[in-house]
């Protein structure tokens, strides 16, 4: 639906959308339909806990 779809970007801008898009397909390996059928706020849990992993991973592979 047109109307969900420009409602669901009203919080956002097109370029975060599609950088968030980008960040998830590369480091999630979900893909873009997947990515458009979620909503808005699945999207970014998703991309919360990605950069939670990342985080965790940077943590344990720095030296002590």
Same mark, same amino acid.
């Given at each position: 639906?047109?109307?969900c779809f420009e409602f669901? =970007?009203?919080? #956002?801008? %097109? &370029? @975060?959308?599609?950088?968030?898009?980008?960040?998830?397909?590369?480091?999630?390996? =979900?893909?873009? #339909?997947? %990515? &458009? @059928?979620?909503?808005?706020?699945?999207?970014?849990v998703y991309y919360a806990?990605?950069?939670?992993?990342?985080?965790?991973?940077?943590?344990?592979?720095?030296?002590?």
């Amino acid at each position: 639906c047109r109307t969900c779809f420009e409602f669901a =970007l009203i919080h #956002e801008s %097109l &370029e @975060s959308y599609y950088r968030l898009n980008t960040k998830l397909v590369m480091n999630v390996h =979900l893909d873009i #339909e997947t %990515l &458009e @059928s979620m909503f808005p706020f699945e999207r970014e849990v998703y991309y919360a806990l990605t950069v939670e992993e990342l985080e965790k991973k940077k943590n344990n592979a720095a030296p002590d």
